[in-house]
């Protein structure tokens, strides 16, 4: 019975060290377990449209881009293209945070399996070049968590966001803390 007691014993005590240890790399880190699973649902996002060599224009989209007087005018025109083909989990673009190092492929979605894979962009906001909201979302502790440190971010901070139709560069206007479900601010 003794034996049994100190074995006992002896799981319990091994188990609350590494649940103390779990929470030490969370804190310091990431969680370790999402993150293994992060890095597999990443290698397989469909990247297909984050290039137009992977994907070209057809002749017809060809020919409207020559009609289009404006640079704008064209850029909104793929920007409307690429969102109206694109799948939730489907890769759209590179979001790039210098000041916190912070480089990730952007996937459509901000359903849960997409934001295993990484950013989602909301599909209810616009497409960068647009000129209307773009909404990001992201994970700060689990799954590769690529906005960790976005706390960190002041005004004048620039984002970047890489599309197969052209860069975009935002500028951080101020910092606020919102419950996740508050999703007035992707208005």
Do not use: C
Not at 94 to 102: C, F, G, H
Request: hydrophobic content about 45%.
């Amino acid at each position: 019975m003794r034996r049994l007691i100190r074995d006992i014993s002896s799981v319990l005590i091994l188990s609350g060290l590494l649940l103390v240890l779990d929470a030490g790399v969370t804190l310091v880190w990431q969680e370790p377990v999402t993150a293994a699973i992060g890095l597999i649902m990443r290698s397989e996002i469909n990247q297909r449209y984050l290039s137009y060599q992977k994907a070209p224009l057809s002749k017809l989209d060809q020919h409207a881009l020559v009609a289009l007087p404006s640079l704008g005018d064209r850029i909104a025109y793929l920007a409307r293209r690429e969102q109206r083909q694109v799948v939730a989990g489907d890769a759209i673009g590179r979001i790039n945070i210098p000041k916190i190092s912070a480089e990730y492929v952007v996937v459509q979605g901000t359903d849960t399996t997409s934001l295993e894979k990484g950013p989602g962009h909301y599909p209810a906001t616009a497409f960068p070049g647009l000129g209307q909201t773009v909404a990001i979302a992201g994970h700060r502790t689990t799954y590769l968590a690529p906005f960790r440190h976005i706390d960190a971010l002041v005004p004048g901070d620039k984002i970047l966001m890489q599309m197969p139709y052209g860069e975009f560069t935002y500028v951080v206007q101020y910092h606020k803390i919102v419950a996740p479900t508050a999703l007035w601010v992707t208005d």
